[in-house]
Each structure stands twice: as C-alpha cells, then as structure tokens.
C-alpha cells in the first residue's frame, strides 16, 4: 500500500500532484524510467475518480467503470501491468422514453442488434419519419471522419473543434426532435451535461464510440476498475503519500522547483500537476497568462448519482441503460444496472441501479440531505420504471460537483496551442482535460507528462507509451 509520508532522494527528482490515473500513469512512465518520482494525493486513497466502495456484498463505482476496446493507451497499460481485459458479457443495449414507454436501442453490430433497432425506428414512436432520415445521416457523417476521433492522438480532432456547442451542431445536422429525443440523452448519460454545454468535437467523438460505430462495445479488466488501479499503483512501487495535499506549486524565474505541504517545502526538479484544471489554477499562482486564459476555457459536469442495491431490475431483460428527454420534466436523466454489463458488481439474481440528476436538478439535489435525495430519485424512478422496488436493499447517495471535463468548443484547439507555446519550465500539465476527456485521456496525458519530464531533466530516455510526446513546459 502507498506510504503516508514523503520520501525523497538526492537523485533528479519529478514530483507529480494528484494520484488519480494522469498522474499514476505519469509516475509509472518515470520510475520505469529509472527516475526517483514522488506522488502527493490530497484524499485517503489512490485512484481519483475510480473510487469503489463496497456495500452489502455489492460493488459500486462511484466514477468510471468501463474501458472501451477503442481505447488503445488504456489497452496497452493493461496489458504492460498484466491485467486481463475481457468484453462485457453484453454490448450496451439501452432505450429512450418517449410517449409513456421506452424504445429499445441495441449494440453490439449484430444482425439481431441491428433488426431490433431498425423495428424500433421504423415503429416512428421514439422519431417521426422525418426525424428517423435526419438522424441517419450522423452515422454516415462520423463514419467519413472516424479517423479523426481518436481517444489516443487528441491532435487529430483540432479539425473538428470549433466554437460550436454539441447542441448546434446536432440541431443543424439533424435536426432539433433528434436532438432532443435520441442523441442529446445519450450524450447527456456520457457527459453528464446537457448538449449546450458540451463542445461538438468532443460529442463526436463520445457518440461514435459509444454506440454509432456499429461495433462498438465496452470491456473490462478483470475484478474491474479496482484492479486495474490496484495494479498501478502496485506497480508504482512506494512513492505515493496519501492524504498529503498540495498547497501551491513553486515557481522560481519561470521554473518549478517543488511544492508547497503541511509539512513544507517538497523540492523538486520538475513537477507533473495530474489535478483537474481548476486545482491547477488554485495551486500554480503566476502561471502566464496564455495557460491561465486557456485553463480557464476547461469546464466540467455536476451531477448527483444515486445508487440502489434491489432484487431485480426495472428494465426490460439485458438492457443497460435508459435516458430520459428533459422535455419530460423529469428529474434524472436517465439510469442503468450496472450488473447487466458487469455481473460481478451485484450477489448473483440482483441488480445495482445507478441514476443520474444532472445540472441544475443536481444542484437541486444538493441541497437535500441524503436520505431526501434517495426519497426523491426512488420516486422518480419509479414514475418511468414502476417495476423499481420501493423498499430497495440499500440506497447510496454520491454527490459529483465536477465530474466530467466538457471541453467546450475550441477548448482542445487552445490546449494545443498552449502545450506548443509553452510558459513554465519544468512544469507538466495532465488530466483528461489534456485530450479527448475519458479514461484513456488521462492515462495518455500523463505519459506524456512523464515523457516531457524525462526529456526536460535530459536523461537521454525517451517515455515508451504509445503515440507522440508533447512537453508543455519548454
């Protein structure tokens, strides 16, 4: 297990902010390396948003949960760390409420996936046959630019990200009942953000991979995300002390030279700040000003989740998720079972349900204590799914008030400029704020990091992750 006290050598040394997956990645690829690196988590654990907490004989996944086989940095760290990956028993079947039912929408690329949706579009209940034409022009669409939606070369996508909001951008193309009834509450379940807050290269992106590239389909290390993280962090070795929060990043001249704790000065030869964008804004005073207007740009969701242990799913059989229109008035956006994709996450016949307020119904949520919360979700679920358990095995509040980076428009374009312009020496910026936001976004931002670090301190090694190294500090 990490250690709760800082040790560091006289050797060249990299310090690295924050033990979530950026920066785990970034102190793996260092000591790989043969580079003393030190990690300051401020919480108790290590993992950032990969938190599991276990609740009568269930798993629940507070954060992320789920690989997808297009992630390749995520891929090739499992399998460096010898973490199996299988695919999910089931693709993501999944519906849309819509006219007082939910119409089913079904992975996986298979003929019968494909005939089910097809019924379920041709039926002309979810879409009006307008709707349904103008909503099949998006596949062909992300299909003639599917090379540029990589999770892993984020430089490929500048292209595509302009000001433009998702919303605009899926109003024009296809339509305003296609976006309010079919691709905005998927995207909505992903981003945990409604479509006017989320910048179009990045929906893209997120719609392609989740469900309109026809193969698509997630998977899973084995014993879950845990294990994953467990791994890392095993493989780490003991250089992670916990419940050690960074106060401010010291610069002198331009330069990093460590960071500031409880205890005092940690110096250091370069520092990897693996934080979300605003702690790095807290904690790195006298940023210029191009890294501070460009992080700035960064925004991320809020949302409440709230988890119910119950002996059987809602939902009709093998269906993940459901997303429910804000023209419905309805206060979550939708919910899932995560035993369906993950069984090991629930006792054998149950089922774990995990639904989703966003936005301002989050910040509605927020304001209730956790047992008004659960009264309030439970009944909501019910008005759509009446077939939920009204006295359900157990109920877990997580209150999320930045969950999902959004990379508003153009926000990727100005990160891209500002790593190639550069500003601090010997300070490195990761997080999944640094490409494509996703699991595999952080992990490749903090290789990266780590790469750039190597090159600052001039060890003459280069970071062996996949795809190019892009200092930020110069």
């Not at 992320?64 to 028993?89: C, H, I, K, S």
């Not at 990589?150 to 976006?179: H, K, M, N, W």
Request: glycine fraction near 12%.
């Amino acid at each position: 297990m990490p250690r709760d006290r800082i040790e560091m050598s006289n050797d060249p040394s990299v310090l690295v902010v924050g033990a979530g997956l950026a920066g785990l990645a970034a102190a793996y690829e260092l000591r790989r390396n043969g580079v003393n690196a030190q990690v300051l988590e401020a919480s108790a654990r290590p993992g950032g948003r990969t938190k599991r907490q276990m609740i009568g004989g269930f798993q629940v996944d507070l954060g992320a949960n789920l690989f997808l086989e297009t992630y390749g940095t995520a891929r090739q760290m499992a399998d460096r760390l010898g973490v199996p990956l299988a695919r999910t028993p089931l693709p993501v079947h999944s519906g849309i409420y819509r006219n007082g039912r939910f119409h089913g929408l079904y992975g996986g690329g298979g003929p019968v996936s494909l005939l089910k949706t097809a019924k379920t579009m041709l039926s002309f209940q979810l879409l009006s046959p307008r709707g349904v034409w103008r909503a099949s022009r998006l596949a062909r669409l992300l299909e003639a630019r599917k090379d540029a939606l990589d999770f892993d070369d984020p430089s490929r996508i500048l292209d595509l990200d302009t000001v433009e909001s998702a919303a605009r951008f899926l109003e024009a193309e296809v339509g305003t009942e296609s976006l309010e009834w079919l691709f905005g509450p998927g995207l909505s379940g992903y981003t945990f953000a409604h479509p006017e807050q989320v910048g179009a290269a990045y929906a893209m992106a997120t719609l392609w991979h989740n469900g309109l590239k026809s193969d698509a389909w997630p998977c899973l290390p084995k014993g879950g995300m845990g294990a994953f993280v467990d791994a890392l962090v095993d493989a780490c070795g003991p250089c992670i002390s916990l419940s050690t929060p960074v106060r401010r990043v010291v610069l002198e001249g331009q330069v990093a030279k460590g960071a500031v704790t409880d205890a005092g000065l940690v110096e250091a030869d370069a520092v990897v700040c693996a934080t979300t964008a605003s702690e790095a804004l807290k904690i790195v005073p006298g940023l210029p000003s191009n890294f501070r207007d460009t992080l700035h740009k960064v925004t991320y969701s809020r949302c409440c989740r709230v988890f119910f242990g119950v002996e059987s799913s809602p939902l009709p059989p093998d269906w993940y998720a459901v997303g429910i229109p804000r023209q419905t008035g309805s206060l979550i956006a939708g919910m899932s079972n995560a035993a369906v994709l993950a069984p090991e996450v629930a006792p054998e016949g149950k089922a774990l349900i995990d639904a989703l307020a966003i936005d301002s119904q989050a910040d509605e949520l927020f304001a209730l204590s956790d047992g008004g919360i659960e009264e309030r979700v439970l009944a909501e679920i019910c008005r759509f799914a009446p077939r939920m358990s009204r006295e359900p095995i157990f109920a877990h509040v997580h209150r999320w008030p930045e969950a999902v980076c959004l990379s508003p428009g153009g926000t990727m374009s100005a990160l891209h400029r500002m790593r190639q312009e550069g500003g601090v020496r010997g300070l490195f910026l990761a997080g999944e704020y640094m490409g494509v936001p996703s699991v595999n976004a952080a992990l490749r931002s903090g290789l990266d990091a780590a790469g750039a670090a190597l090159e600052w301190l001039g060890t003459g090694r280069r970071g062996t992750g996949p795809g190019p190294w892009i200092p930020v500090g110069k």
